[in-house]
């Protein structure tokens, strides 16, 4: 056979065999790729619309619901769902949910009467990418409400939502059937609380003490009722083995029972890396900040802050993180955008207002600003006497580090001792924009009782040795490929 005779079959190979890599080219990118690389997905869940007479639990509880299921992923990161709400809440300063959020999709959904069944709805949840000026729907299904029970729905739009998302790194469902009576009680509890509803708190944590195998209604008790958070816990975890939340308040719970530092951070690591949608971030920061470890906090609040693009505590972290740094540029920085997310912030505005440090033109401040403000302040004018009186009338109001920091601005050393027996932080460092070498900060760490409390907590200089930080790359790595050593 001549190559004439040839030409003609090798073409028609050729051309078959160059459809074929055309084809798989496209499955592959298309199915196969993104399941198998993660891409880097930023999510935000809104608020539900629908009718007036839709209960208010079904279009805020039951999204925030959903939000706390999908944080359950790992190579997704999840903006926390009071972001969402407040950015939805700008109305016509709303720049875009990539703006505002930071979000590449949101999931959202909307309940419609259904036209010939009297209060009866159709619920549509859908996922859409919105990071292209396109918008694009990745997925949706519509629902029939209340014929279809809300927990089953639930379950269906969680599994629904990761498929749109291409998300495989969250397992599977765990079983909750046992809380299908109570789901939609909880979900209006929980809409009472979130609405900062006047109703007592303790009569609201024990109805949700009540609802038996549902970790998500006990677990808010405890939020309530400080009284029943270790039961409270060991029933969310017997109920659901992943109830991240409750997973990190009971590290915290142990840690303050046993002073184990290094049982701590190994446990707190780990929900962090398994968990990085969670508070876990946020624990492991503070950590790090108390060990001094302050390049890898601020990787960890890198995380925290896309979690909560709106929050200006976030924010005010990165600032007291670089000030140990002496990034002066960095610390600007972060007060300005600590600011701009939460102008209202007294807690900002006192931060920024004591770093800048600027000359009081008039005595504003003695009278209309925050008393906490007023007593440093007017201690850092050397007016002690006039700064302790204010503390002593304000002091039943505040928390054990509150009254710990003002007791050092005013000079009562025995006062912040005192406190130690109660604080929730670390008290590692010192206070906002303090040197390490203020005489007070000092006296205090100096001071036997202080030594003596923090090698009992887990800081001796011999226990803190032993610690290192984490690798935060390799920490929040995707689970379908592991970085190199």
């Not at 619901?65 to 944080?71: K, M, Q, R, S, V």
């Not at 944590?205 to 038996?212: K, Q, Y």
């Not at 690591?269 to 624990?283: D, H, V």
């Not at 006497?385 to 002091?395: T, V």
Request: hydrophobic share 40%; charged share 25%; proline share 5%.
């Amino acid at each position: 056979m001549n190559s004439k005779e040839r030409s003609p079959r090798t073409f028609f190979y050729t051309v078959l065999l160059m459809g074929l890599l055309v084809l798989g080219t496209i499955v592959g990118y298309f199915l196969l790729l993104p399941r198998a690389i993660p891409k880097q997905i930023t999510v935000a869940v809104l608020p539900f619309d629908g009718p007036a007479e839709v209960a208010p639990h079904l279009k805020i509880a039951f999204p925030r619901h959903l939000t706390e299921l999908l944080a359950l992923s790992r190579d997704l990161t999840i903006v926390d769902f009071d972001a969402s709400q407040q950015a939805m809440d700008l109305d016509d300063e709303f720049r875009g949910f990539t703006h505002e959020l930071g979000a590449t999709h949101i999931v959202d959904g909307s309940f419609e009467q259904d036209p010939e069944t009297a209060g009866k709805y159709f619920l549509t949840v859908r996922v859409v990418k919105v990071s292209q000026p396109a918008w694009k729907v990745r997925w949706d299904e519509k629902y029939r409400f209340s014929d279809e029970h809300l927990l089953d729905i639930r379950d269906r739009a969680i599994l629904g939502i990761r498929k749109g998302l291409y998300d495989n790194s969250a397992g599977e469902l765990i079983d909750e059937s046992g809380m299908r009576d109570n789901f939609e009680s909880y979900l209006k509890e929980q809409f009472l609380v979130e609405s900062k509803s006047e109703l007592d708190s303790t009569t609201i944590a024990d109805r949700l003490m009540n609802m038996d195998g549902n970790p998500y209604a006990v677990f808010l008790a405890a939020t309530l009722d400080p009284s029943v958070r270790s039961e409270a816990f060991e029933r969310a975890l017997t109920s659901n083995a992943r109830h991240y939340p409750s997973l990190i308040e009971k590290a915290w719970d142990e840690y303050s029972e046993s002073n184990d530092l290094h049982t701590y951070i190994e446990t707190i690591t780990e929900l962090a890396g398994s968990y990085p949608n969670s508070e876990a971030i946020k624990r492991l920061a503070s950590v790090y900040h108390a060990l001094g470890w302050f390049e890898a906090e601020q990787e960890l609040l890198y995380r925290w802050v896309k979690i909560r693009p709106r929050s200006g505590e976030a924010a005010l972290a990165f600032a007291f993180s670089r000030y140990r740094t002496g990034n002066d540029a960095g610390v600007q920085e972060a007060l300005t955008i600590a600011s701009l997310r939460e102008p209202l912030s007294k807690t900002v505005q006192m931060y920024r207002t004591l770093y800048d440090g600027e000359e009081m033109p008039s005595p504003w401040w003695e009278q209309e600003a925050d008393p906490q403000l007023r007593i440093r302040l007017l201690a850092i004018q050397n007016r002690t006497s006039e700064a302790g009186e204010i503390l002593g009338e304000i002091k039943e109001s505040l928390s054990c580090d509150e009254e710990l920091e003002l007791s050092l601005y005013v000079g009562e050393l025995d006062q912040a001792i005192d406190q130690l027996d109660c604080v929730s932080g670390f008290w590692m460092q010192p206070p906002g924009w303090w040197t390490d070498d203020d005489e007070r900060w000092v006296a205090f760490t100096s001071d036997e009782r202080y030594e003596s409390w923090r090698d009992q907590r887990g800081f001796s200089n011999a226990s803190t040795s032993q610690l290192v930080p984490a690798s935060i790359p390799k920490l929040f790595a995707p689970v379908r490929r592991v970085l190199p050593e």
